[in-house]
């Protein structure tokens, strides 16, 4: 039973993934430029951000009500990127956290970011702020704040539920730049219906790798997309090669003896019926791969070995 428990096909996969992960590693790092398809939510970062300084008034960063999770995390490093670009400009910013863990996480990197940049004086208690861990709160508080300080910008991304909405309307009132994702598909539309650009699926979790352009992150990203092109081509060519084989005439079926074991039997056109001249879906070979023959010497388990009364003693035992 060693070839069906190992789970061969999950391994065969698995390694596969790290394969192509730990090459484009390897590309990246040998300053080989990687291509990554354009994220027009991410290039309009600049955009946004030259909004808000022309016009003297802040950005508002929101990274959702979630735990400190890869999420959250994925959010303060994006917005660690405007932080960057801001600082440089003097523009205001406000990070509006509604979890204590999230919270210190940001206070710190953003702190760092003006601290690097030499303009610490430019941080302050105003900067990230603690709203409230409380949903409609929360909502409230940072609803209020972007029409208090009339931000220029706004940026939401993270995860976002019933409250996703009351940002985005409220922003779009005071006509703010916004720039918008969430991992929660449910929220997706609203975003897209109140926001100017919104980053869709799978571009969440590309955004660090797209900004940064490190090469552990783009060779992870590329590695994936390379895995996730080799499994639609497993599927595209399994789903041809099943389509093909039952059409064709069979020769034998496959099939149980009564102690479970796969047998095959052979087929006589002159005695079967019409339908079952043609392969079944258990002949296919996609139908084999995934479901080996059961043999007795599969099923048989070895005893344990019974110790040598005869065989020397070790010292001390």
Known sequence: MQYLDTGWFGIFITLMMVTFVLSNIYRAKGKKELFIRRI??????DDAIGRATEMGRPIVMVPGIG??????????????????????????????????????????VIRDVYQGAGMIERFDSQTVQFVSDRQFAFAAGVSGMILRDQAAAS??????????????????????????????????????????????????????????????LVGSLIGQDWGKIL???????????????????????????????ANWTPVDSATVKEKDKLKKANDTFTF?????????????????????????????K
């Open 155 to 216: 940026f939401l991304l993270g995860e976002f539920y019933a409250e996703s909405l009351i940002f985005a309307e409220t922003a779009n009132a005071i006509g703010a730049i916004q720039i918008a994702g969430s991992t929660k598909t449910a929220q997706t539309p609203f975003f897209i219906a109140a926001c100017d650009y919104v980053l869709i699926g799978d571009e969440y979790y590309a955004a660090s790798a797209y900004l940064t352009r490190e090469p552990v």
């Open 231 to 261: 499994i639609a081509a497993m599927v595209f060519f399994g789903f041809l090669l099943n389509s093909i084989e039952r059409v064709q005439p069979a020769t034998q079926h496959r099939g149980e003896d009564d102690k479970g074991n």
């Open 40 to 45: 027009s939510g991410l290039n309009a970062l």
């Open 288 to 316: 084999q791969v995934f479901n080996p023959f059961i043999t007795e010497a599969m099923k048989k388990v070895d005893p344990p070995r019974k110790p040598d009364p005869d065989a020397p003693k070790e010292e001390g």
């Open 67 to 108: 735990d400190l999770n890869a999420i959250s995390v994925q959010a303060v490093n994006i917005f660690k990127q405007v932080a960057k670009t801001a600082s440089q400009f003097g523009t205001p910013i406000r990070v509006c956290c509604a979890n204590a863990a999230v919270y210190t996480v940001a206070q710190e």
